[in-house]
């Protein structure tokens, strides 16, 4: 009995060694984080996310160039004048005297806040107040332009191109006489858009 006692004490013994064996680990246990640390790590993202947004804002507003001052309205005239020269050909006499009139009549209103492309040239020259903005000769010189302009533009009266450099050189010299500081050099300004 002894014997035996001893056998099954030694196969108990095999047999806790062998399940020991069978419920071993094959990883690690894995930590599962708490929720509430997810939680802060989260908000703590979207925090520095909109801190990073912000700041780019601001450094983007600290580095952006000065606004530039528009150009005074004489000088964008002049530059609008001088594409105009395109079209300073017999041929196209018509849109010639367009463009240099509607140049002309946006420079009355931009600098002398004047309504010339709301009237027409008869209206606009039997307003005594409008007048008053110009000298006797001037106001010669702008009645005779625009008389000439109307004449080609709305009778298709034909002009040679001495005519169409008279009328361009009259524009040229009223504006830089009536809008432009004395002595200031006139600015090219590749952006000028001719009006249409």
Same mark, same amino acid.
């Given at each position: ?21 069978? $419920? /071993? ?13 997810? /939680? ?11 801190? =990073?947004? $912000?700041?780019? $804002? $601001? ?15 004489? *000088? ?20 010639? +005297?367009?463009?240099? %009139? ?5 420079? /009355? ?8 492309? &709301?009237?027409?040239?008869?209206? =606009? ?15 010669? &010189?702008?009645?005779?332009? %625009?008389?000439? +302009? ?15 450099? *008279? ?6 010299? =009223?504006? *830089? ?18 009006? %249409?």
């Amino acid at each position: 009995m002894s014997a035996f006692a001893g056998t099954s004490h030694l196969l108990a013994q095999e047999e806790t060694e062998v399940s020991q064996a069978d $419920i /071993l680990d094959i990883k690690d246990p894995i930590f599962l984080l708490d929720p509430m640390l997810l /939680l802060f790590i989260a908000i703590g993202i979207l925090v520095a996310a909109i801190l =990073f947004w $912000i700041a780019v $804002i $601001i450094f983007k507003r600290m580095t952006r160039p000065p606004e530039l001052a528009p150009p005074p309205p004489y *000088e964008v005239a002049l530059n609008h004048l001088r594409k105009a020269r395109n079209w300073l050909e017999p041929e196209t006499t018509e849109r010639f +005297c367009t463009e240099v %009139s509607t140049i002309m009549r946006g420079f /009355l209103e931009a600098h002398f806040k004047l309504p010339a492309s &709301e009237q027409t040239t008869e209206e =606009f020259f039997n307003n005594s107040a409008h007048m008053d903005n110009f000298s006797a000769d001037q106001r010669v &010189e702008l009645k005779e332009f %625009s008389e000439q +302009c109307d004449l080609a533009k709305f009778a298709n009266y034909g002009l040679g191109t001495a005519e169409m450099e *008279e009328l361009y050189a009259t524009a040229e010299t =009223f504006i *830089e006489t009536t809008g432009k500081p004395g002595g200031e050099p006139v600015k090219e300004n590749p952006d000028a858009i001719t009006p %249409s």
